[in-house]
Nanobody, 131 residues
Framework: QVQLVESGGGLVQAGGSLRLSCAASGRTFSSRAMGWFRQAPGKQREFVAV????????YYADSVKGRFTISRDNAKNTVYLQMNSLKPEDTAVYYC????????????????????????WGQGTQVTVSS
């Protein structure tokens, strides 16, 4: 079972930036897609971004495209989410997750993954954007 630990959340003003990190334990990290999801109060968890196992392809939710960048360092078993031009509507708990299967490639599939595609989740990190 892979364990995921997020960090980097906090309070930021609108227009600011934050970088989230997610450190993974276990040997499956380098063969699995990694994703970020978020959940705002009273709302369902929603997809934010995903990167394939090699780091070559990505897929973003329309709401964050052009502002957020997902990246990974397989040598460090870590995935990142750089968030720029933050808006109050980005306020949520952000979760990282690891795909259930090896070598999934949502960028190549040209579709967003669902939460069911992911087998392990972090505990979440709060991001609050003030207006």
């Amino acid at each position: 079972q892979v364990q995921l630990v997020e960090s980097g959340g906090g309070l930021v003003q609108a227009g600011g930036s934050l970088r989230l990190s997610c450190a993974a334990s276990g040997r499956t990290f380098s063969s699995r897609a990694m994703g970020w999801f978020r959940q705002a109060p009273g709302k369902q968890r929603e997809f934010v971004a995903v990167m394939n196992w090699s780091g070559r392809t990505t897929y973003y939710a329309d709401s964050v495209k052009g502002r957020f960048t997902i990246s990974r360092d397989n040598a460090k078993n870590t995935v990142y989410l750089q968030m720029n031009s933050l808006k109050p509507e980005d306020t949520a708990v952000y979760y990282c997750a690891i795909d259930r299967a090896d070598y999934s490639d949502y960028g190549a599939y040209d579709r967003a993954p669902t939460a069911r595609d992911f087998g392990s989740w972090g505990q979440g990190t709060q991001v609050t954007v003030s207006s």
